[in-house]
């Protein structure tokens, strides 16, 4: 599990992203969140708070806002925090220090399951903005996939750490990692952090190195996306599927296949994938 701790970042980076972008965004002078861990919320991110009275806070599933809105897996508002009477008040003392009033939590739901909250705040009473909740539930969803992504990374991840075969199945699993290798590279595409796009892609080269060996010194040199591609046609895939798994257009996947093509100096797609590998490109 080592590879897999150190390929993902901590999703307190992606969250906090997303906390300074809504801050920037919605008019609304405070923003703040955090992760949820074995049904307990921990705040931990903020902007435009005056204490640090929140700092720390441990909100448990049901409990105030945010565990409504990690019970519910949905959006829950009030109006004027201190009057409400559709929440716990278990939270009273550092919401109410910190001068807070009309409240938004939104839930960042992956799979089923609530994995961090997000909060807008003003220190008056009355309803947020359209605008302000529409920017809230915009970052939540871009937070979401972002975790969903980074959760599959780590799936597949796991399943190259697991893959010990004995040598009568060497060949299937060559054949099992070629399409981890391919799978890998897909989810690269998806991926918002550049950080973590990178250390995918080093995964990557590590699995093509172990499978094919290092480059040679006369290999040509292919994009990335020329090798995105090429991966994708070396498991059978025809052009509109691999459009569909990169999340690009058929004639861009053409032209990039045309431009792997020419750097191999090959016929057909099929030679041309047979050239990579030989190149040590692929596995």
């Known amino acids: 599990m080592k590879a897999t701790s150190l390929l993902r970042p901590r999703d307190d980076d992606a969250l906090r992203a997303e906390i300074r972008w809504v801050a920037h965004r ?78 938004m939590a939104v839930p960042i ?27 809230l539930v915009q970052a939540g969803r871009r937070l979401a996939s972002e975790i969903a992504v980074r959760d599959e990374v780590d799936r597949r991840v796991r399943m190259l750490e697991l893959a010990a075969p004995p040598p009568a199945t060497g060949a299937a699993a060559t054949e099992e990692l070629r399409e981890i290798h391919a799978d890998l590279r897909a989810l690269a595409a998806d991926v918002g952090d550049a950080a973590l796009r990178g250390r995918l892609s080093g995964v990557c080269d590590r699995l093509t190195g172990v499978l094919a060996g290092e480059p040679g010194a006369a290999a040509p040199r292919l994009s990335r996306r020329e090798l995105d591609v090429l991966a994708q046609v070396a498991l059978g ?34 030679e041309a994938v047979a050239l990579a590998r030989r190149h040590g490109l692929l596995p």
Do not use: W
Request: aromatic fraction near 6%.
């Open 237 to 270: 895939c025809t052009n509109q599927e691999v459009a569909l798994r990169l999340s690009l257009g058929a004639e861009t996947v053409k032209s990039y296949l045309r431009q792997a093509m020419t750097k191999l100096d090959a016929g057909t797609r099929h």
């Open 109 to 135: 739901v992956v799979a089923d399951r609530t994995r961090a909250v997000l909060y807008a705040a003003t220190r008056s009473v009355g309803p947020l903005g359209d605008r302000t909740a529409d920017v």
């Open 26 to 103: 919605a008019d609304v002078p405070v923003v703040f969140g955090g992760p949820v861990h074995d049904d307990t919320l921990l705040l931990t991110e903020f902007v435009g708070t005056l204490t640090t009275g929140m700092r720390g806070l441990s909100v448990l599933r049901t409990s105030g806002l945010g565990g409504q809105a990690m019970e519910y897996r949905r959006p829950a508002a009030v109006a004027d925090y201190r009057g409400a009477s559709t929440i716990t008040h278990h939270y009273d003392g550092p919401v109410v220090g910190e001068g807070l009033r009309s409240v």
